[in-house]
């Protein structure tokens, strides 16, 4: 380089940098912008999850403003370096907002989403705009948010409040409403058998009360931020519980594996008490509880019936108990109280208490916990083992 064009580039490095000086002074004493005027002008998602790159006002192009009004907003392009978008300024009269004035963590100049890990969300921080990192842990609570009401005639279907049509009786069985859990054959039994009329019967779950405080999110939405995962594991159980949606980064600390057996109790059906025992683990194996959370087991898990006189109604869902032992060992071991739905006695469940949805656990940890449980071998000699496994950071 000549010496000539290395004294024009310092030169225009010092313009340069006096003019950014005196765009920032011109900027602070002109901006007349805030937080709230700019989320309610941009109609900005306050409370929506957001993720890294993602345009807070929803566009892939920056927000323009007339330069003659906001002259300053050329500072962040000339910390840049950005000399065409400075050239463009000045040729179309218009400059991109700089969010910066408005913004705090999380949201670069142009409003993109910055240095956020995970599922972040727009929020105010005093007043300034942040999108806000995950906590360690995110969880919130299952929800309706399509679902059928029977009716006199036959079923009203519901989405997010609303009512979008009724279906008449004889139309139920071609409904095309169906997962893993569910189908027509399933809701027409419920129709016909279960319920009353004002019964609802939740086909989709969105989410709601949301421990970091962000919206609750329809059930289109939660593959999308949480994945489908969430969404199978809020499937399996009841409409109510507690999800946990996220979890950074953690090691799961396992506790002490509890044992017990099934025994004979030919009086009741062995077989039908294996089943029983089995159909307990599957209710409670895998499922995960948050911080300072009350679970149920698994919905859709049922139970064999058999005689007994001293149970109301005159059968009982004999075989969960030895089940039951080995679930409340490990969980009281973990500090926890006796779950609701059993007692310290041997016939650990109490009646009237469904042995998957009805028996709940509360876990007292500022952390999750997931509850394992498993069998081995078969007949009167099986096994069956229960564990706790922390998510501890």
Request: with cysteine; proline share 5%; glycine share 10%.
């Amino acid at each position: 380089m000549s010496r000539s064009w290395r004294k024009i580039s310092i030169a225009i490095f010092i313009s340069l940098i006096v003019l950014c000086v005196f765009l920032a002074v011109f900027n602070s004493a002109s901006a007349n912008y805030t937080a709230a005027s700019v989320a309610e002008n941009y109609n900005l998602p306050i409370g929506q999850s957001m993720f890294e790159n993602q345009s807070i006002v929803g566009t892939t192009y920056p927000v323009e403003v007339p330069l003659a009004s906001n002259i300053g907003f050329l500072t962040h392009q000339l910390q840049t370096f950005d000399l065409k978008g400075l050239l463009m300024s000045f040729t179309t009269g218009a400059v991109p907002f700089d969010f910066t004035t408005v913004s705090g963590e999380g949201i670069d100049s142009y409003g993109n989403v910055v240095d956020v890990e995970g599922p972040g969300f727009l929020t105010y921080s005093g007043d300034k705009l942040v999108v806000k990192k995950p906590d360690d842990y995110v969880w919130a609570y299952s929800a309706p948010y399509k679902w059928l009401k029977k009716t006199e005639s036959g079923v009203d279907v519901y989405e997010n409040g609303t009512k979008i049509k009724s279906v008449p009786v004889g139309e139920i069985k071609n409904l095309d409403y169906s997962n893993e859990y569910y189908n027509a054959s399933t809701i027409a039994s419920w129709y016909n058998y279960d319920a009353v009329v004002g019964s609802t019967f939740t086909l989709e779950k969105g989410m709601v009360d949301l421990s970091d405080g962000r919206n609750n999110i329809t059930s289109q939405d939660v593959p999308k931020i949480f994945g489908q995962s969430t969404v199978d594991y809020a499937s399996e159980y009841p409409t109510g519980s507690p999800i946990l949606l996220y979890a950074g980064n953690y090691t799961e600390e396992a506790g002490e594996v509890y044992g017990t057996s099934l025994g004979s109790h030919p009086e009741y059906g062995d077989g039908a008490r294996e089943i029983n025992a089995r159909q307990f683990v599957n209710a409670w194996n895998g499922t995960v509880i948050p911080p300072n959370s009350t679970s149920s087991g698994k919905d859709y898990v049922y139970f064999e019936s058999a005689s007994d006189a001293s149970a109301p109604g005159g059968s009982a869902a004999h075989g969960v108990c030895p089940s039951a032992r080995a679930l409340r060992a490990a969980v009281t071991a973990e500090g926890f109280d006796l779950p609701v739905g059993m007692t310290w006695d041997e016939d650990t469940v109490l009646f009237g208490f469904n042995p998957a949805q009805g028996i709940t656990v509360y876990n007292n940890h500022d952390y999750p916990v997931k509850i394992n449980m498993w069998t081995e071998g078969s007949g009167t000699g099986m096994g069956i083992y229960a564990q706790i496994i922390r998510y501890v950071k």
